[in-house]
């Protein structure tokens, strides 16, 4: 069964101290692994999309990584402004459906 | 390019009664997908459309239903309303092409008294 595991479910930074978010999946056949942001009462903002092992994407203070079974989203020096929920999604090849993760709740402290 | 636009925004309806949700994908885009979202269990897929067939179907009772039209617009239509189908309906579209990113919309948040 293709499933999506995030951890942590929250956690909480002072600005500037760097961390790593992870999930983890099992999916019959990869299509492609999205990063997205969530803020309280809003849709989810697209992110990133990452399709192969190895690949990796950045924007701004977020780095997005990919093995074969987990993605990392880095946050370099977070701002309070990166306080989201960050959700991860999978695709698998044998459908459309995207599978979601819980998210990690992220709290950053000025 | 616009994005994702969903009415209403918030609704309040009474167990028993039904609902209609609408979602208006960005130009171009010809797929769009449903979720609900709770706190508990997160985003649930509900059923995706594609040029105005349905896709796919998560696992939710048939009280929950889709349409698509010839525009790409979609609703959504949930009968016999229970407490528990309070949430936040996001709509997501796509062009499901080799990139394959779904853009979201703002949501409907549903309350059922």
């Known amino acids: 069964e293709d499933q999506v595991t995030q951890s942590p479910e929250a956690l909480r930074l002072q600005e500037g101290e760097s961390s790593s978010l992870n999930c983890s999946y099992t999916?019959?056949?990869?299509?492609?692994l999205f990063w997205y942001r969530q803020d309280p009462g809003k849709g989810p903002e697209f992110l990133f999309t990452?399709?192969?092992a190895g690949e990796e994407k950045e924007k701004e203070r977020l780095k997005a990584t990919l093995t074969k079974k987990e993605s990392f989203l880095h946050i370099t020096a977070p701002k309070p402004e990166d306080s989201a929920t960050y959700l991860c999604a999978v695709q698998a090849h044998s459908g459309n459906q995207f599978y979601f993760g819980t998210g990690t709740s992220l709290t950053v402290i000025p | 390019k616009a994005g994702v636009t969903q009415t209403p925004r918030y609704l309040i309806k009474t167990r028993g009664q039904q609902v209609t949700l609408s979602c208006s994908p960005i130009s171009g885009h010809r797929s769009v997908s449903w979720y609900q979202q709770t706190p508990g269990q997160g985003l649930q897929f509900l059923f995706e459309y594609f040029s105005e067939t349905q896709r796919n179907k998560g696992n939710f009772p048939g009280r929950f239903s889709g349409r698509q039209f010839s525009n790409s617009r979609s609703e959504m239509n949930v009968s016999t309303l229970e407490l528990g189908d309070s949430a936040l309906y996001l709509c997501?579209?796509?062009?499901?092409?080799?990139?394959?990113?779904?853009?979201f919309g703002p949501g409907t948040r549903l309350t059922v008294l």
């Open positions: 999916v019959s056949g990869l299509r492609g």
């Open positions: 990452l399709y192969s």
């Open positions: 997501a579209s796509g062009t499901s092409g080799s990139n394959n990113e779904q853009f």
